[in-house]
């Protein structure tokens, strides 16, 4: 079926789903999508808010897989847009759409309860936990008895997350379909069985880049079968997510975990209680001991300030109390699994040797500084228990991109209504490492002229005067949430300024009978956005998460309040180590890093207020710079054409 019978005003769509307008930038992507794949080519298509993208990408996308017989992987950033693929878009396209065709949403292993884990825990281990803890254990054991898929989505409320990784599904710590008793009932392993039955394959782009890890590693593991055409939404988060599965990122925990899984001499329980090796108990002992000297000299590396990072920039820094120890329980588990008793034990005594390797690993290259091109940092959170985290990450992931995804794939395809800076995807390719490919750049088919007002106020500090900048934000803020009596997002670059501007405001607003909402509050961002939507005048107050990924259609969204533009903090370890990578080839780095990727975090901002043609509302920008610098004009030429009020 030609693919404008099925956009067309009279198509399949427009005689299953009322209310369907003919938008011609749906039917572009639609005929783009399926040329590229046909054509086995990379594309890039930026199309703004109110296109219909899901749309216009699966439908050629279902043609093509069912017509080819080929696997096609699509793959978003946020958890509301896979939920509004599976739930809405591919179950109506189920019903109109010629095609038989079969989706399968594919989450990690970690999401899935092992059933020979969990009868593990409750019969040897169930005292590892505290009387918290063991309430959650049993709520699962009852969960087991009942549940169809196994799935953490599954069990609401989610449980402890420590207690759920001592049951869930692991690669290294499964038997396989062969000599597991629990393989007909294995909640992964049915799950695993209908992805290669399916067409398409929804994924998250964490999932996507962990089987893309694995690949490049050619141990032999995958967590998808195999496939040659992926198409990438929300692709501006490409590279971030790229960043975090490249490298090490190892904490104090981590470490605690591992010895707590082999002994707990307090509660007589762990892999070595069990095994009856309690010649062995020393050595965790001394791992135990050495661990907590080895992040005591990390701290007093770092410094006993604030919460933070601290890049690291020499090797060796602290002496490696670890490996000694944890090489002695390699040695020690090695004899174990020789003498162990059955098939199951063996598996158990292996998957500690692998993880006690790991972390050696882990911490030599974090020490020796042995990747090439990384940049290494130390991140400390400070609470009742502080949080002690070594990372690397590479300086520039376009070098793993264009081998491990561009040059093995067939086609490519990414989308996204923030791609482009100064109308162009020229810093985008740069920065994943695409050089060659199709593009496509399409505007909305929403009248921001109508829709949306955006005010600059003129008389603001500047920025980097703190205290005189949120002084004076403060007075802003309130003047436009009264504008638009509440119904507001206001969005931070920072959590010390939101916190800040949120306690002078918080009485204020109460008085105005305007309910506000602060992220890292002690809500979720779903639930609060629940709340949001339903107190039609409320305000939220937030940081990097609520820029991008969120939804507000109607009224209770009129009003986005951004306080300062999107600059990344340069003195972040990654952001530091990009800056001085791209000086060091004498290029500028504030126009060919900072200023494109803070254009795109703006527009992502923007993006928020205007989702349907009846939403209208402000926008209002605090940041004199988009004024008084000579890059404003570029922000400002980034957005939708609108009116431009300045007072």
């Known amino acids: 079926m030609e693919l404008k019978e099925i956009f067309n005003p009279q198509g399949l769509i427009a005689k299953k789903l009322e209310g369907y307008e003919e938008r011609p930038q749906q039917l572009e992507i639609a005929k783009a999508v399926s040329k590229a794949l046909q054509d086995s080519v990379h594309l890039i298509v930026e199309a703004g808010t109110g296109v219909g993208k899901s749309f216009a990408y699966l439908i050629p996308i279902i043609n093509f897989a069912v017509n080819r017989s080929e696997r096609v992987v699509v793959s978003t950033n946020t958890i509301s847009l896979q939920e509004q693929l599976i739930n809405k878009d591919i179950p109506f396209l189920q019903e109109i759409l010629p095609h038989d065709f079969k989706v399968v949403l594919v989450k990690g292993r970690s999401n899935y309860l092992c059933l020979r884990r969990l009868e593990g825990v409750m019969t040897y281990d169930e005292n590892l936990f505290d009387t918290k803890e063991e309430d959650e254990m049993v709520r699962i054991h009852q969960w087991a008895e009942k549940t169809k898929d196994g799935s953490l989505s599954d069990l609401e409320p989610h449980p402890n997350l420590n207690v759920w990784n001592q049951v869930c599904a692991e690669r290294d710590n499964c038997l396989g379909p062969v000599k597991c008793h629990y393989a007909k009932q294995c909640f992964y392993q049915k799950a695993r069985s209908t992805i290669y039955k399916a067409n398409l ?31 990438l939404d929300e692709a501006q988060n490409i590279e971030n997510v790229a960043t975090d599965h490249i490298g090490i990122s190892l904490s104090n925990f981590t470490v605690s975990y591992l010895l707590d899984s082999l002994c707990r001499r307090d509660r007589k329980r762990g ?50 109390l670890l490996d000694k120890p944890l090489l002695d329980l390699q040695m020690t588990l090695r004899d174990l699994r020789e003498v162990s008793q059955t098939e199951e034990e063996e598996k158990e005594i292996y998957a500690h040797i692998e993880r006690c390797q790991r972390v050696r690993d882990e911490i030599n290259i974090f020490l020796n500084q042995s990747l090439d091109d990384s940049v290494y940092w130390v991140e400390i959170s400070r609470g009742r228990f502080n ?218 901002g923007f993006g928020r207020l205007i989702r349907t043609k009846d939403d209208k509302g402000i926008v209002a920008i605090l940041d004199p710079r988009i004024k008084t610098k000579f890059y404003g004009k570029l922000f400002l030429k980034s957005l939708p054409e609108c009116k431009i009020i300045t007072e």
């Open 387 to 604: 949080t002690v985290r070594l990372n690397s990450a590479p300086v520039n992931v376009s070098e793993d991109l264009r081998p491990g995804l561009f040059n093995s794939m067939e086609s490519v395809i990414m989308t996204s209504a923030t791609l482009s800076t100064d109308k162009n995807f020229e810093y985008f390719k740069q920065r994943i490492g695409l050089s060659k490919c199709r593009e496509l750049m399409l505007g909305s088919p929403f009248d921001y002229k109508r829709q949306v007002c955006i005010y600059i106020p003129l008389d603001m500090p500047d920025p980097r005067s703190f205290d005189a900048f949120t002084t004076a934000a403060e007075e802003k803020i309130k003047h436009y949430i009264q504008m638009t009596q509440g119904k507001a997002f206001v969005l931070f670059t920072s959590y010390h300024m939101m916190n800040r501007i949120y306690k002078q405001l918080k009485t204020w607003m109460q008085e105005q009978n305007i309910n506000s909402f602060k992220q890292a509050d002690g809500l979720s961002r779903h639930v609060m956005l629940e709340r949001f939507k339903k107190d039609v005048d409320s305000v939220i107050f937030g940081t990097s998460s609520f820029w991008e990924g969120v939804d507000v259609r109607g009224e209770s969204l009129s009003n986005v309040i951004v306080v300062k533009l999107p600059f990344s903090v340069p003195t972040h370890p990654v952001v530091e180590a990009r800056i001085e990578n791209i000086q060091a080839r004498g290029g500028n780095s504030f126009m060919e890093y900072n200023l494109p990727e803070a254009i795109i975090k703006l527009k992502q």
């Open 201 to 231: 394959l929804v994924v998250n782009h964490h999932l996507l880049f962990s089987d893309l890890a694995l690949r490049r590693e050619n141990t032999g593991f995958s967590v998808l079968p195999g496939y040659k055409y992926v198409l």
């Open 271 to 320: 892999l070595l209680v069990r095994l009856k090796a309690g010649d062995c108990f020393d050595l965790v002992d001394k791992a135990r001991s050495n661990s907590a000297s080895f992040f005591e000299l990390v701290e007093q590396w770092f410094g006993y300030e604030n919460s933070g990072t601290k890049r690291l920039r020499q090797k060796g820094v602290v002496d490696n």
